[in-house]
C-alpha cells in the first residue's frame, strides 16, 4: 500500500469521529429554532469571561515566572519544579474543592470565601499544566521566545475557551448552599428550567467565539510552524547561582496555594459519610471505568490521525494544514453541545454505557501528535523510531483525559442520574450535599479522589515529568522537515 492511502486510511477514524462527535451535533443545534425570552444570555457570557481572569493571571505571568525560574537554575531546577507540580497534577479535584468553600462559607457566613473557590478551585493545576508547557518552550535554545510567544497565546486561548464553559463551579455552589447564587454562567443558565429554544440559543453563543479561538490557535501553531522535539538532557546554558532564591519561594507559594484550595474538603475527611446506602464498588466502576473508554478509544484516534498527519502527509506539504478542519473543536468541551449529545440517548431505558462521555477524537491530542510527529522528522528519525517515542506521550494523553472525565460532572449528572440507577461520586457528592448540615453529611465526598488513586497518578506524573516530558521542546524554527523514511526502517530514538 501506498504511503499516500496508508495515509488516508488512518486519518479516516479521526474525520468519521469529528463528523459523529462534533459536526453532527453542532448541526443539530443549529436545526433546532432557538428563541429565547431571557435577554441576559449575552450578559451570562460576559460573567463567564470575567471567570477567566484568574486563569490568564496565572497562565500569563505566573506560569511563564515559575518556567523561566526553574530554567535557569539548570537540570536540577527544572526537575524540581516538575516533581512539584505533580502534586497539584494528581490532585486534581475542582468539584471536592468547592464543595469544601462553600460549606465553609456558609458556616462561617462568608459569602466572600465562595468567589474565591470559584477563582482558585483549579489555581494550583492551571499553574502546574501552563508551566510544564511553557518548560518545553524554554527548551527551545535557538528561538525561545518565539515559542513562549506562541505557547502563551495558545494557553490564553484555552483559558478563555475553558472559563466560557465552566459549569461545575456554580453548579456545585448553588446546589450545596441554595441561599447562595453566584455569578451566573451560560451552561448554568440553560441547564435550570431553560426551553429546548433556550438551550440551543446558549450553546450557539457558546460554540461562535469557541470556533474562532480554535481556529487562531491553530493558525497560529501552522503559521509558526510550531513543532516538538526531543531536546538535549543537559540543556547548553549553565545554571545561574541566584536562580533558586527566586524558584524556591515560588514552589512554596504554589504548595501553599494547593494547600489553600483543598484545606477545607481535606479536613472533612476523617468524618466521612461514605457511600450510605449505594454500594461503592458500583460508584467506583461507574466513576472511573466509563472515561477510560472514551479516553482510550480518542487518545488512539488521535494518534492515528497524528501519525498520517506528521509522518505519511497524505496531502504532502500542506498536510498539517488538514488541522484547520478540526480546528472550531479544538476547545469545544461536552457542554456546548451537551443538549444535542442528550438527545441521543433520551427516549429509552437508561443504559450503563450512556455514562461513556460521546467524544471519540481528542481533538488537542490530534494537535499534539502532529507536532509532534512533523518534529521527530524534522530531527531526521524514522516512522518506526517516531511511533516507539510517541508511545509514553499517548500514555500520558489517556491518563489525562481519563481524570478529567472521572471528575466532570455536566455529563455523569445528565446520563446517569435517572432514578439514580447509574451513578458516579461527583453528582452524588453534590446532590447529597445539599441536603446535610456539613460536608461530612455528603454522600461520597471522600470518594470523589481517593488517597490510593491520588497516589497512584502522584507516581505516574512524576514519572512522565521527569522520564519524559523534561526531553520535549517545542520549537517554532521555520524549518521544513525532510521526508519520513520507510515505516520498516529502523534507528535510535534520539
Not at 451570562?44 to 525560574?69: D, E, I, K, Q, S
Not at 446532590?431 to 481517593?450: C, F, K, N, Q
Amino acid at each position: 500500500m501506498s504511503r499516500t492511502r496508508l495515509g488516508w486510511l488512518l486519518l479516516t477514524p479521526a474525520l468519521l469521529a469529528l463528523l459523529w462527535s462534533y459536526v453532527i451535533p453542532t448541526a443539530m443545534t443549529f436545526d433546532i429554532d432557538g428563541s429565547t425570552r431571557d435577554s441576559s444570555y449575552p450578559e451570562y457570557l460576559g460573567r463567564a469571561a470575567l471567570l477567566a481572569v484568574v486563569p490568564l493571571v496565572l497562565t500569563l505571568l505566573a506560569a511563564p515566572a515559575l518556567a523561566w525560574a526553574a530554567q535557569r537554575a539548570g537540570r536540577r531546577g527544572r526537575l524540581v519544579t516538575r516533581i512539584v507540580l505533580c502534586v497539584p497534577l494528581a490532585g486534581f479535584a475542582p468539584a471536592a474543592y468547592l464543595l469544601g468553600w462553600t460549606f465553609l462559607s456558609r458556616d462561617e457566613g462568608r459569602p466572600d470565601s465562595v468567589f474565591l473557590a470559584l477563582a482558585v478551585a483549579s489555581a494550583g493545576a492551571v499553574i502546574a499544566a501552563a508551566t510544564t508547557v511553557y518548560l518545553a518552550a524554554f527548551r527551545d535554545a535557538d528561538r525561545p521566545k518565539g515559542s513562549l510567544y506562541v505557547v502563551g497565546a495558545v494557553l490564553a486561548a484555552a483559558s478563555l475557551a475553558g472559563a466560557l464553559q465552566v459549569f461545575t463551579a456554580p453548579y456545585v455552589v448553588v446546589v450545596a448552599d441554595p441561599f447562595h447564587r453566584p455569578m451566573t454562567t451560560p451552561l448554568g443558565a440553560a441547564l435550570y428550567g431553560a426551553e429546548p429554544g433556550e438551550q440551543s440559543v446558549v450553546s450557539l453563543l457558546l460554540l461562535v467565539p469557541l470556533a474562532v479561538l480554535g481556529l487562531l490557535a491553530t493558525w497560529l501553531l501552522l503559521r509558526s510552524r510550531a513543532r516538538i522535539e526531543f531536546a538535549p538532557v543537559v540543556g547548553t546554558e549553565p545554571p545561574r547561582r541566584g536562580a533558586w532564591l527566586l524558584l524556591a519561594p515560588l514552589l512554596v507559594l504554589l504548595l501553599a496555594i494547593v494547600a489553600l484550595t483543598a484545606g477545607p474538603w481535606w479536613q472533612s475527611l476523617p468524618d466521612a459519610n461514605g457511600s450510605g446506602d449505594f454500594s461503592a464498588a458500583e460508584i467506583y466502576r461507574d466513576t472511573w471505568l466509563p472515561p477510560l473508554i472514551s479516553a482510550v478509544v480518542s487518545v488512539l484516534v488521535a494518534a492515528l490521525g497524528g501519525y498520517a498527519l506528521g509522518v505519511l502527509r497524505p496531502l504532502g506539504e500542506r498536510s498539517e494544514q488538514a488541522l484547520l478542519l478540526f480546528a472550531p473543536w479544538l476547545f469545544v468541551g461536552i457542554g456546548p453541545l451537551v443538549f444535542a449529545y442528550e438527545n441521543r440517548i433520551t427516549g429509552g431505558d437508561p443504559r450503563w454505557f450512556d455514562l461513556v462521555p460521546p467524544v471519540w477524537v481528542s481533538i488537542p491530542a490530534l494537535v499534539v501528535f502532529t507536532l509532534f510527529f512533523r518534529g521527530r522528522l524534522a530531527q531526521g528519525a524514522t516512522a518506526k523510531a517516531a511511533v516507539r517515542s510517541a508511545i509514553p506521550l499517548a500514555g500520558i494523553a489517556v491518563v489525562v483525559h481519563w481524570m478529567l472525565g472521572a471528575q466532570d460532572l455536566l455529563w455523569p449528572a445528565m446520563a446517569g442520574n435517572d432514578g439514580y440507577t447509574h451513578i458516579t461520586t461527583t453528582p452524588l457528592a453534590t446532590m447529597t450535599a445539599g441536603l446535610g448540615e456539613s460536608l461530612t453529611r455528603a454522600l461520597a465526598v471522600d470518594m470523589i479522589l481517593p488517597l490510593p488513586v491520588f497516589m497512584a497518578l502522584l507516581g505516574l506524573a512524576i514519572l512522565a515529568q521527569v522520564g519524559y516530558l523534561d526531553r520535549l521542546a517545542i520549537r517554532t524554527e521555520a524549518r521544513r522537515a525532510p521526508a519520513a523514511q520507510e515505516p520498516d526502517g529502523d534507528d535510535a530514538d534520539d
